[in-house]
């Protein structure tokens, strides 16, 4: 895999886990008794769906109860700006800045003495005619 590549996957990464990161959810689940019923996040949960004659056990028990689990997501992202940075920090962003624009500058064009010669007009090639070729 070439470093473009790692470097697409590396960064859809980083973007998936701080959208993740900064998202809130619940989760919702249902128990009857001791067992799990269902597990929903977007969705609400389905109630207990059991036959007839353990439906009638269930209720002297009333052993159903739905739980939440509630998953904060991060409130506080630190964020600065250029008035929080130093002399020296200003100084090294604008050096790097700089350095990395002239890194593509383009090299001076070059001289080409011949560029506007045309060959003469051959009406017959030579070497083919008298048979004759450099090996």
């Known amino acids: ?33 001791d067992v799990l019923i269902d597990t929903s996040i977007f969705s609400k949960v ?12 269930l209720e002297k028990k009333s ?7 509630i998953v904060k997501g991060q409130d506080k ?4 700006s250029s008035e929080d940075l ?9 050096t790097f800045i700089f350095s990395y624009i002239n890194l593509f500058e383009g090299l001076p064009e070059q001289v080409i003495p011949h560029k506007d010669y045309s060959p003469p007009i051959l009406v017959t090639d030579i070497q083919v005619l008298n048979q004759v070729f450099t090996i």
């Open 1 to 33: 895999m070439n470093q473009k590549g790692v470097h697409k996957i590396l960064s859809l990464a980083m973007a998936i886990l701080l959208l993740l990161s900064t998202n809130s959810f619940i989760l919702e689940k249902h128990f009857c008794g």
């Open 46 to 57: 389905n109630s207990c769906d059991v036959d007839e004659t353990s439906k009638a056990a």
């Open 63 to 69: 052993c159903c109860e739905n739980e939440l689990e």
């Open 77 to 80: 992202l630190k964020k600065t």
């Open 86 to 94: 130093q002399i020296d920090q200003h100084f090294l962003i604008t």
